[in-house]
């Protein structure tokens, strides 16, 4: 792991690529993904110190305490962009700072256990509202100012299945580097 590029330890499962296409499976796989990651996510982190939780997961990188406060950040965000794709039409999304957020003090010094019983809950309403998604839902979609594009939510699904298990890689290749 000591070998690694940056670019390896900023994406340790890769970047994310959509499939061609989103198949009833794989769309459940990925709910599922989506589903079981507070579970996921709490099993690596609850017995880790202040000390450890205060570690970046690489250099420059982030901490595992603001790691798993910007999941909960990131993951609300996409619960309410759900809800302005099924309630508007190709809605303009609101666009967050996602670096300054994880500088404030909530992100920073903040105990986890509240933001993991944040993500139970969270992640709960994701699922259940994934997972009652028609097929003309699934197609709706939200323009996001930063990329100038637009989003559909079966891609949605697809890409916050993705980032879960893309920050879980984080925390868990920092344990395994460091024999925690």
């Known amino acids: 792991m000591e070998n690694l590029t940056l670019e390896q330890l900023q994406y340790p499962i890769g970047k994310f690529s959509a499939p061609d296409s989103y198949s009833k499976a794989y769309l ?3 709910i599922e993904q989506i589903e079981t990651f507070p579970e996921r996510l709490k099993k690596e982190v609850q017995n880790l110190t202040d000390e450890q939780l205060d570690s970046p997961y690489r250099q420059d990188g ?4 603001q790691v798993v406060h910007h999941c909960a950040e990131s993951h609300m965000n996409c ?3 759900i809800k302005w794709a099924l309630t508007e039409d190709n809605p303009v999304i609101k666009y967050y700072h996602e670096d300054r957020w994880s500088a404030l003090e909530d992100s920073t010094t903040m105990p986890i ?3 993991l019983s944040l993500l139970e809950g969270l992640h709960y309403r994701l699922a259940y509202i994934m997972k009652s998604l028609s097929p003309t839902d699934l197609e709706k979609s939200f323009i996001h100012p930063e990329h100038g594009a637009s989003f ?3 891609e949605i699904i697809a890409t916050y299945a993705w980032h879960g298990n893309h920050h879980l890689a984080h925390i868990t290749n920092l344990k395994k580097k460091k024999n925690w």
Not at 62 to 65: A, Q, S, V
């Open 152 to 154: 559909k939510l079966k």
């Open 113 to 115: 256990a509240p933001t």
């Open 62 to 65: 982030w901490t595992i305490r």
């Open 79 to 81: 619960y309410i962009r």
């Open 28 to 30: 459940h796989a990925n």
